[in-house]
């Protein structure tokens, strides 16, 4: 694919019609337009995607659904008026000439309030001298094959809006179809499966004549069912490999964080160690504590009385306690059994009204009563020896008591100090660092997920081997039944040669994808090698995402990317595609191949190239970009084209300019 040139008539700041040419020398093979900010060079990049896909992005503040532009929408306001927008592209695509051409009608319902008619898209191409037009409702199949809409952001590049490489979607088939590989995989399509109706083979299939047979029909409901099945679960298996491989990306970003930070997460683990236990220093001292004050208070009174205590015991040491006083008997007990009329022992006691003269037990229970408090005190010195006695045995274990637990209260206070300091220090030392713990629960939780992720995986590769087993099974039965008539043997035959193809085609699709995007990640490991002043690599993954390793403790690590680092990734990707496209190679498996899946040669079309790249990567990328593209067509503000110049000069063979006039209106200066 080569760009010829470029009309744009009264589109956005470009007044009038006005072209632009490029250069489709093999040599010097670069288009240069200089401009500043401002001057309509994405405008001209946009009316590139306008033209062939019906989109344009330009800025929110700058009215972007209006492409008329605002001078001729000025001159020519009036009720009813009309204004035409167009923009008309001309290419080369294998050897054939288009012309397409998107036109947007305006109509003035107010002074000045113009309306968008619905645009209108042409296409034409010239065969053996004679321009043909494309038929209508097909304009838009012949652009995606000259190139998908899919890809069109890469090779009609805004470098400083395109989003990274890395999080595009849907970009396999869009690579495939560029590469060479769309045809096959149609023709594929196009056969389908027998579960699949509106397919070759669905419809061949159908057309066996098994209603008269019941297990015929049975065998045919189960091979429906069990392919079905299998179709279902090889979408699981497919949405676990995207699953894992979104896992194994967080998984190692988790892991190079975690190796970067690994004193910082020991430090944080011995941190968490100390805490747990100053809680239970806290906990043990509090119980001491208690134990402290609970005995202090059972035992300090009698502690303190003890000199008392010492004088008491000499006081009495020579007193008289040798009499025949009842232990803990008093007066008033005696007076309480006189009242009840009996004694303890059963004796009846009897007693006068004036209670002087009695029994024999009256008389002898009031004798005994001269021997008791308060009538005698010897009684009660007695009593208050054996206390003293009792009391200075137990207040004897007072003070090793309360010294040994005063000393464990002591040892559980400093081990808390020692803890708070060690808390204190680590806080110190890790203080604005990251918190390692989150990053281990995550990385333990994606650890979980992958292994759930493989064992669904394992799950559904065993379900498939069952639905395969039963469509075999049920694929005899069905064959032995409906091949009875001349008819169903020849469908038979059909989908035999057809199944045949299919599975010849799986395997070859298979391997030669495989081989292409070997081949491509090989190509963009060694562009990218020359653009980048640094040593890291490249791998493609199945969806054709990209993602740059780094060597770190002698092992691969995804790296973090600054902006310019993603731009250098993704010119070398960009250029990877169009060099591989541009051989136009047959990559059959050996030369007696029958088939040849073709590629074609595509140019770069870019805003601001050198935006966010420093002078080292601008001249890499300037020597590299000519040489792998057919055509590279560049708009560049003067002040980075001069990094550039010094290694790009000799490729260019044209040069244009934008003339900014006023805020509306831009020339290009051929």
Not at 253 to 279: C, G, H, V
Not at 323 to 331: A, F, L, S
């Amino acid at each position: 694919m080569l760009i010829k040139s470029i009309i744009l008539n009264n589109f956005r700041q470009f007044k009038g019609n006005q072209r632009l040419e490029f250069s489709t020398d093999a040599d010097k093979n670069v288009t240069v337009l200089l401009g500043d900010n401002t001057f309509g060079k994405t405008t001209i990049l946009q009316a590139f995607n306008w033209c062939l896909y019906g989109v344009a992005d330009f800025p929110k503040d700058s009215n972007p659904d209006f492409l008329l532009n605002l001078e001729v929408a000025n001159e020519q306001a009036g009720i009813q008026q009309k204004c035409e927008v167009f923009v008309e592209v001309l290419l080369s695509h294998k050897d054939t000439e288009y012309i397409v051409r998107r036109t947007q009608a305006y109509v003035d319902r107010a002074y000045g309030s113009w309306n968008a008619l619905n645009s209108q898209l042409a296409v034409s191409y010239k065969e053996n001298g004679i321009t043909k037009q494309v038929r209508e409702g097909e304009e838009r199949t012949i652009i995606n094959s000259i190139l998908p809409q899919s890809l069109s952001g890469y090779f009609f590049f805004d470098t400083e809006r395109v989003s990274d490489i890395s999080t595009r979607k849907d970009l396999s088939e869009a690579v495939r179809g560029l590469l060479g590989l769309a045809p096959v995989s149609n023709a594929r399509k196009h056969l389908g499966s027998r579960t699949l109706k509106n397919t070759a083979i669905g419809q061949w299939n159908d057309a066996l004549d098994s209603d008269g047979d019941e297990r015929a029909k049975n065998a045919q409901d189960t091979i429906a069912r069990e392919a079905e099945k299998k179709e279902s679960l090889q979408r699981e298996i497919d949405n676990a490999d995207k699953e894992l491989q979104s896992l194994n990306v967080q998984k190692e970003k988790i892991a190079e964080i975690l190796r970067d930070n690994q004193s910082t997460a020991e430090l944080q683990r011995q941190k968490q160690q100390y805490e747990r236990k100053l809680e239970d220093e806290k906990a043990e001292l509090m119980r001491c504590n208690k134990l402290f004050i609970d005995f202090y208070n059972n035992s300090i009174v009698t502690y303190i009385a003890l000199p008392i205590m010492d004088q008491a015991e000499e006081f009495l040491a020579n007193a008289n306690v040798d009499d025949k006083g009842i232990r803990d008997m008093t007066e008033a007990s005696i007076r309480d059994i006189i009242k009840r009329g009996r004694c303890i022992c059963g004796a009846p006691i009897v007693v006068d009204e004036n209670e002087e003269t009695g029994n024999d037990a009256y008389n002898h229970i009031m004798q005994e009563m001269k021997y008791l408090p308060p009538a005698h005190i010897g009684t009660s010195i007695r009593n208050l020896k054996q206390l003293l006695e009792t009391d200075r045995r137990s207040v004897s274990q007072f003070y090793p008591i309360v010294e040994q637990q005063y000393k464990e209260i002591q040892k559980h206070r400093d081990t808390i100090a020692q803890l708070e300091d060690d808390i204190s220090r680590i806080d110190a030392s890790i203080f604005g660092k990251e918190n390692m713990s989150s990053y281990e629960g995550d990385m333990n939780r994606i650890k979980a997920d992958i292994k759930r992720m493989n064992e669904k995986k394992e799950r559904c590769n065993r379900d498939i081997g069952a639905c395969e087993a039963a469509i075999d099974a049920a694929q005899k039965v069905y064959d032995g039944l409906v091949s009875a008539s001349e008819r169903n043997r020849r469908l038979i035959v059909y989908l035999a040669y057809a199944e045949k193809i299919c599975s010849w085609i799986d395997e070859t699709y298979a391997e030669k994808e495989q081989e292409m995007r070997v081949r491509l990640q090989e190509r963009v490991n060694d562009i990218f090698s020359r653009m980048y002043h640094g040593e890291r690599r490249v791998q493609i993954d199945k969806q054709y995402h990209v993602t740059l390793f780094a060597q770190l403790n002698g092992k691969e690590v995804i790296t973090g990317e600054s902006e310019g680092l993603k731009r250098v990734k993704n010119f070398a990707f960009i250029a990877g595609l169009v060099d591989l496209a541009k051989e136009k190679a047959s990559l059959g498996r050996n030369a007696t191949d029958t088939i040849s899946w073709e590629n074609e040669a595509y140019p770069l079309v870019m805003d601001a190239p050198f935006s966010n790249a420093d002078e080292t990567h601008i001249k890499n990328i300037s020597g590299v970009l000519p040489e792998v593209a057919n055509q590279v067509i560049m708009f560049v503000m003067e002040k980075d084209w001069q990094y550039a110049e010094s290694v790009m000069a000799v490729r260019v063979g044209k040069y244009c300019k934008l003339m900014k006039q006023t805020e509306s209106h831009t020339e290009i200066e051929n």
